[in-house]
């Protein structure tokens, strides 16, 4: 018996793992302290573990040679402007990454949604019965997509299968291919529309992963 549940920390761990590399991906535009780390020998051989999953290979290996070529200030400018211009100008031409966006089941065409809305306060009652909070130094609604996942690798080892499959179900699934249809629409780049394919990807394997988990 504890065997098995070594094994199962050991893939919750690897779970948390990718959670937060993408959190850190979508939480801010990439930059010398965040690529030094992605580019590190660790990190490499473990996008090297994802990609070997045929699901995710390709978008990892997109997203990992964009990073290997961020060599100069002005391919990072370059990024962080992709970043910008897809997720903080708030335009139609914009991909916003916020839940609320996309789940208010109230939503008409032309609605204004407000951002500080009921998923934000959803998520703020997760986080708090979890005895987490948002980052005084992210300014940003709770229900932004990086502070649920950084949510989701912070249950990983923490709660059952049925309750993350429940959350993960509510709070991403239910979304993320509006969200990574809308950024393959708006980026300039390639980066940005590889990182929210691997995310709808990894997120929808995942859910099949606890599925099953909880069926032995």
Same mark, same amino acid.
């Given at each position: 018996?504890?065997?098995?549940?070594?094994?199962?920390?050991?893939?919750?761990?690897?779970?948390?793992?990718?959670?937060?590399? !993408?959190?850190? +991906?979508? =939480?801010?535009?990439?930059?010398?302290? /965040?690529?030094?780390?992605?580019? %590190? #020998?660790?990190?490499? @051989?473990?996008?090297?573990?994802?990609?070997?999953?045929?699901?995710?290979?390709?978008?990892?290996?997109?997203?990992?040679?964009?990073?290997?070529?961020?060599?100069?200030?002005?391919? !990072?400018?370059? +990024?962080? =402007?992709?970043?910008?211009?897809?997720? /903080?100008?708030?335009?139609?031409? %914009? #991909?916003?990454?916020? @839940?609320?966006?996309?789940?208010?089941?109230?939503?008409?065409?032309?609605?204004?949604?407000?951002?500080?809305?009921?998923?934000?306060?959803?998520?703020?009652?997760?986080?708090?019965?979890?005895?987490?909070?948002?980052?005084?130094?992210?300014?940003?609604?709770?229900?932004?997509?990086?502070?649920?996942?950084?949510?989701? @690798?912070?249950?990983?080892?923490?709660?059952?299968?049925?309750?993350?499959?429940?959350?993960?179900?509510?709070?991403?699934?239910?979304?993320?291919?509006?969200?990574?249809?809308?950024?393959?629409?708006?980026?300039?780049?390639?980066?940005?529309?590889?990182?929210?394919?691997?995310?709808?990807?990894?997120?929808?394997?995942?859910?099949?992963?606890?599925?099953?988990?909880?069926?032995?």
């Amino acid at each position: 018996m504890s065997h098995s549940n070594a094994h199962d920390n050991s893939i919750n761990q690897g779970r948390a793992m990718v959670y937060r590399l !993408l959190s850190a +991906l979508f =939480a801010k535009e990439v930059d010398q302290p /965040l690529l030094h780390e992605l580019t %590190s #020998a660790p990190a490499q @051989a473990f996008l090297a573990q994802l990609a070997s999953d045929p699901l995710l290979g390709t978008d990892v290996a997109k997203i990992n040679a964009v990073l290997l070529g961020l060599t100069t200030d002005k391919a !990072l400018l370059e +990024l962080a =402007a992709d970043y910008c211009g897809l997720f /903080l100008v708030g335009t139609k031409h %914009s #991909a916003s990454p916020y @839940a609320s966006l996309y789940m208010a089941s109230n939503k008409q065409d032309g609605d204004e949604v407000l951002l500080f809305g009921e998923q934000h306060q959803q998520m703020l009652d997760h986080l708090e019965q979890s005895q987490l909070q948002v980052q005084s130094e992210f300014p940003e609604p709770a229900d932004h997509l990086a502070v649920i996942l950084a949510y989701v @690798a912070h249950q990983a080892n923490r709660v059952n299968s049925a309750t993350q499959l429940a959350f993960i179900n509510d709070y991403l699934n239910s979304w993320l291919a509006t969200f990574s249809d809308k950024v393959g629409q708006c980026d300039n780049g390639q980066f940005y529309t590889a990182l929210a394919n691997l995310t709808t990807h990894w997120v929808k394997s995942d859910c099949e992963t606890l599925a099953a988990s909880q069926s032995h």
